[in-house]
């Protein structure tokens, strides 16, 4: 159990659906992160979130829409997404932006786009 | 960028014998982290050393760091099945590489 919790553990969907990834972490950490894990490419990262505020944003396409309501909720909106978006996507918490520490990871999603 | 860049891509060692993987960056780095990841998992972190570091220990993990070659060894001793996973390094702006994937064969 790493204390960050990623919902759904597997997700299925048509390239026209509107769906939403949810992560929470127990921990008390200030920033939350969204990566993009496909296989045989490094990690990537997507957007940080430091005491609910978006920190880094690296060219994501619009169709990946990210909000973070409090410091222990992020969601990743999904919307006319494409084939090349399935991949495994997962959060992370850390103490604070900036600061050197480890991260603590979800087991992430599971996302096919048909 | 900073992304570190893990060598090999896989490796296959039988249990009981050291595995050793290696990680590249490009520039100037404060710190290097090392995370591991099992199927269908999220990563988790193993061993952080600073720029100032040349070695650290945890356990059966040895790291090391040479800032003149930009690089950096994980080292895991007297291997078990339960090592079999996927390890990344990370440079201080959340570069990870792809990964080496590690197979202990029984």
């Known amino acids: 159990e790493t204390g960050v919790t990623q919902t759904p553990r597997h997700l299925v969907m048509g390239m026209t659906n509107k769906k939403s990834l949810k992560c929470e972490q127990h921990l008390g950490h200030n920033a939350m992160y969204w990566y993009k894990q496909s296989a045989k490419k490094p990690l990537e990262l997507m957007f940080v979130?430091?005491?609910?505020?978006?920190?880094e944003n690296n060219s994501v396409p619009s169709r990946f829409s990210p909000e973070c309501p409090n410091s222990s909720h992020l969601f990743l909106h999904l919307h006319t997404l494409q084939p090349e978006d399935s991949a495994l996507y997962l959060c992370?918490?850390?103490?604070?932006?900036?600061?050197?520490?480890?991260?603590?990871f979800g087991d992430g999603t599971r996302l096919s786009i048909l | 960028s900073q992304q570190g860049e893990e060598d090999p891509q896989a490796l296959s060692i039988q249990e009981g014998e050291n595995a050793t993987m290696n990680c590249s960056y490009k520039t100037s780095i404060n710190n290097l982290q090392w995370y591991r990841q099992n199927s269908g998992r999220g990563l988790v972190h193993l061993i952080l050393?600073?720029?100032?570091?040349r070695e650290k220990h945890s356990g059966r993990l040895r790291v090391t760091l040479d800032t003149s070659k930009k690089s950096s060894s994980l080292l895991i001793t007297a291997s078990r099945a339960a090592d079999t996973a996927s390890y990344f390094c990370?440079?201080?702006?959340?570069?990870f590489g792809a990964g080496t994937t590690v197979t202990v064969r029984a």
């Open positions: 050393i600073r720029s100032n570091e």
């Open positions: 992370a918490s850390s103490q604070d932006w900036g600061v050197v520490g480890p991260q603590h």
């Open positions: 979130y430091s005491l609910e505020e978006r920190v």
């Open positions: 990370a440079t201080d702006e959340l570069s």
